[in-house]
């Protein structure tokens, strides 16, 4: 599965990004904020965010679908403003961060629109077309978990207010099934690991870019860390 095309070829900037992916539950928005410590331990400026922004996920109609599910027409519709969304993000906040030479840490990014997306029945190459010209992560990470823990992760936390894609093992694993098959386009993080060691392992892989020096004078910031939720 390829999704080479989705990438712009020359990113510019000084800075780093940085995707962590995996299915609700699996630690994103935990490891992220670990990730920030450790960069921002160092004086870098660090910017953690995610895809989609608030403007996606508060829309009736995502609302609605998580909730209820849909059909193909709609999810088709979904994805394009998905993507629309994207593109502003990364106008207005992945870009300029990376010009200044921040640390850019991002939930999810355009790998979760291809496990969410193709799951509900949207044809890949639509979704590599849409999505052209997104800069390529410096690292992308893929916290991998057994659907069964991720199902236990999800009801210790919400209870039985699953969404209509969390609540059988067959759908989440019908999703990351999707990350698996990008293969050397994703890290693989055993999730099952504890907070530490999950930490240690993705700062490990980074070798050098995880000591990086700073180049900015500009402090941390966080533009919009939040909700684990997944929202497609």
């Known amino acids: 599965m390829s999704i080479e095309r989705v990438f712009r070829r020359e990113r510019g900037g000084r800075g780093l990004l940085i995707s962590v992916v995996g299915f609700d539950g699996s630690g994103k928005t935990t490891q992220i904020e670990r990730l920030g410590d450790h960069f921002r331990a160092q004086g870098r400026e660090v910017v953690e965010t995610r895809q989609p922004t608030d403007w996606y996920r508060e829309l009736s109609e995502v609302q609605v679908f998580h909730d209820q599910g849909g059909s193909a027409e709609t999810a088709h519709v979904l994805a394009l403003l998905s993507a629309a969304d994207r593109r502003r993000h990364v106008m207005e906040v992945v870009d300029p961060a990376l010009a200044r030479g921040a640390v850019v840490l991002c939930d999810r990014y ?70 698996e098959r990008l293969g050397d386009e994703l890290t693989v993080i055993d999730g099952t690991m504890g907070r530490d060691e999950v930490t240690k392992a993705m700062i490990a892989h980074m070798g050098p870019d995880a000591d990086a020096s700073a180049d900015s004078d500009a402090g941390p910031t966080s533009d919009c860390a939040g909700s684990d939720a997944e929202r497609g």
Do not use: C, M, Q, W
């Open 110 to 179: 355009v790998y979760a629109t291809f496990g969410v997306f193709v799951h509900r029945g949207v044809d890949l190459d639509f979704l590599v077309t849409i999505n052209e010209g997104v800069p390529r992560p410096d690292h992308a990470f893929y916290l991998r978990l057994p659907a069964e823990d991720l199902v236990r992760r999800l009801r210790a936390r919400d209870g039985d207010k699953l969404k209509h894609e969390e609540k059988t093992t067959a759908r989440i694993e019908s999703i990351t099934g999707t990350y």
